[in-house]
């Protein structure tokens, strides 16, 4: 079965500096990969996701993500967070095909300070 | 475009008693449902899925059941609620091909007394 860790539970950081959420997942022939965030109170909406191609992925709200197979890393990354970035991330991963589940990483709490 | 409804949005119930969450989707047909338990730290737990009408898959055996009586309703029941079902629980759904990206719902509240 497929497993999904975001070795951060919390990332504090200070406005307008740049941050990286940490995911990895266990190995497989091919994958999805996927990252949501989650405000307060509120369901998760998808920032952006992998398929295939390139491997550097864009998203909303300024966020990227880089696929590495080599090291099935899936991290996530923002040059420059706002307070309004300030919510849990979770990082969740597909093995495709007839598999209709996503797994999810337990989450990453960003905490952005002013 | 597509949208999903959750209703209601908070909920408090007595240990014991009856539960009924519902799920609306709006846009697409044929969508695949889910039913996720959100506990705080946990991240997601998948309860059910459902590919079609009156198709139901449970991924843990517990208190709760779930049901698709239209294409886009999927609703979410319990005869007797626990202590342990108390948690936030979230719908989504996703179109029948890969990826199948999952889009949720804003979520219910359960809080149970």
């Known amino acids: 079965a497929q497993s999904v860790t975001q070795l951060d539970s919390q990332v504090p950081v200070f406005e307008e500096a740049p941050v990286e959420l940490r995911c990895n997942y266990s190995?497989?022939?091919?994958?999805?990969l996927f990252w949501y965030v989650q405000y307060p109170n509120q369901g998760l909406q998808l920032l952006l996701k992998?398929?295939?191609?390139?491997?550097l992925v864009k998203g909303i709200n300024g966020f990227e993500a880089e696929f590495n197979k080599s090291q099935t890393s899936f991290h996530l990354r923002k040059p420059s967070v706002h307070i309004s970035d300030t919510a849990e991330y979770f990082c969740?991963?597909?093995?495709?095909?007839?598999?209709?589940?996503?797994?999810f990483g337990k989450g990453t709490l960003l905490t952005v300070n002013p | 475009s597509q949208t999903i409804h959750q209703w209601p949005a908070t909920l408090v119930q007595p240990v014991g008693s009856p539960l009924s969450l519902e799920c609306t989707v709006e846009?697409?047909?044929?969508?695949?449902l889910y039913w996720y338990r959100q506990a705080a730290g946990r991240g997601l737990q998948l309860l059910f899925y459902?590919?079609?009408?009156?198709?139901i898959s449970s991924e843990v055996p517990q208190n709760l059941s779930a049901s698709r009586p239209q294409d886009r309703q999927f609703i979410l029941s319990s005869k007797k609620l626990l202590l342990s079902d108390s948690g936030f629980y979230l719908c989504?759904?996703?179109?029948?091909?890969?990826?199948?990206?999952?889009?949720f719902g804003d979520g219910t509240r359960l809080s149970i007394l």
């Open positions: 846009g697409t047909s044929n969508p695949n």
């Open positions: 992998y398929l295939s191609g390139s491997t």
């Open positions: 459902s590919v079609g009408i009156g198709q």
């Open positions: 190995s497989s022939v091919s994958v999805y």
């Open positions: 969740a991963v597909s093995p495709g095909g007839s598999n209709y589940k996503l797994t």
């Open positions: 989504a759904w996703s179109y029948d091909s890969p990826p199948r990206s999952q889009h």
